[in-house]
């Protein structure tokens, strides 16, 4: 299984960028997805989850309202629409999955939203 991430980049303040999470791999059953970042100096924190089916999401308070994590079946991609960016939000994002009863993550991807 392999995740690999995209989409990071420079964004001044109160733009948007969308990441990618592209699945590969053999995989047996259903699994939901998540993005976590981490900020220099601070630990790997939440920031959304999607259920397999895709109908039920969850949000870190501090991005509720700004971010959408979504998923396209089709292309095995798991996305993050990201809003209204704020400097706190500069990061690397990674990708999680938990598959086949293993956690897997992306390589991660750098986003910095400049003031």
């Known amino acids: 299984v392999q995740l690999v991430d995209s989409g990071g980049g420079l964004v001044q303040a109160g733009g948007s960028l969308r990441l990618s999470c592209a699945v590969s791999g053999r995989i047996s059953g259903y699994y939901a997805m998540h993005w976590f970042r981490q900020a220099p100096g601070k630990e790997r924190e939440f920031v959304a989850t999607i259920s397999w089916s895709g109908g039920v999401t969850f949000y870190a308070d501090s991005v509720k309202g700004r971010f959408t994590i979504s998923r396209d079946y089709a292309k095995d991609t798991v996305y993050l629409q990201m809003n209204s960016l704020k400097p706190e939000d500069t990061a690397v994002y990674y990708c999680?999955?938990?598959?086949?009863?293993?956690?897997?993550w992306g390589q991660g991807t750098q986003v910095t939203v400049s003031s």
């Open positions: 999680k999955g938990t598959m086949n009863g293993n956690n897997y």
